[in-house]
């Protein structure tokens, strides 16, 4: 089971910073990377990035100078860091688990609104 | 990028019918490298189908995935009134992983 975790408003030009919590799974399998997606309102799904257990990550090249995704094996879970938010960015994100190339668990998902 | 090109918008169907939905690749994505979602309301969306016709646990069997190259197929041979919602392609082999924009079922 995924769970997102984090605030659901945010300023212009500051950090959006979300966690999720893997449970019932072992985030070191090595089977597995641990992923960030997000879906405009009403609009179609955009993949942000993911990272292995070991900590190496891939970021989706359009938002790759903004971001900063991490692991804590030891608390079993991933972190999303997103810095200089518009409201562009305004989205339900996702953490999700992949599994080779598609996604197999994914968090219920979580809104965040960027707005002064 | 590889673009996803999902048709059409919105499928208007009664339960029993037969649903085909098209997703159509930018560029070649060989025999795999393609899965099928399913999306309702207020949910995440949920695996149905990888390497393009591999059905995801407990799937039941009237969701079926064919294509290769850039022409990819999602069918559900017998709507249920619980197979209402927007299914989503995606493509794995090249990064970024993409979506396409969706196409809506909606059960008449």
């Known amino acids: 089971q995924l769970q997102e975790s984090g605030p659901g408003l945010v300023k212009p030009s500051q950090t959006l910073s979300l966690t999720c919590i893997v449970s019932?799974?072992?985030?070191?399998?090595?089977?597995?990377?641990w992923t960030w997606i997000r879906q405009h309102p009403e609009k179609g799904l955009e993949w942000i990035g993911y990272?292995?257990?070991?900590?190496?990550?891939y970021y989706n090249p359009s938002l790759k100078s903004r971001l900063t995704i991490s692991i804590d094996t030891s608390e079993s879970q991933f972190s999303l860091k997103m810095n200089s938010v518009t409201a562009a960015d305004t989205a339900v994100y996702y953490c999700?688990?992949?599994?080779?190339?598609?996604?197999?668990?994914w968090g219920q998902g979580t809104l965040v609104t960027v707005s002064s | 990028e590889v673009i996803l090109t999902q048709s059409p918008g919105t499928l208007s169907l009664s339960p029993g019918e037969r649903a085909t939905l098209s997703c159509r690749a930018s560029?070649?994505?060989?025999?795999?490298?393609l899965a099928w979602y399913q999306q309702k309301p207020g949910q995440a969306p949920k695996l149905l189908i990888s390497?393009?016709?591999n059905r995801a646990a407990d799937i039941p069997d009237r969701f079926s995935g064919s294509g290769s190259g850039t022409d990819f197929t999602l069918t559900i041979s017998r709507l249920e009134p619980e197979d209402f919602g927007v299914y989503y392609c995606?493509?794995?082999?090249?990064?970024?992983?993409?979506f396409g924009h969706g196409t809506r079922v909606e059960i008449k």
């Open positions: 560029q070649s994505l060989g025999s795999n490298y």
């Open positions: 019932g799974d072992s985030i070191r399998s090595g089977d597995y990377y």
């Open positions: 995606q493509q794995y082999l090249k990064s970024p992983e993409t």
């Open positions: 390497d393009t016709s």
């Open positions: 990272i292995y257990d070991t900590g190496t990550t």
């Open positions: 999700a688990r992949r599994k080779v190339g598609w996604f197999d668990l």
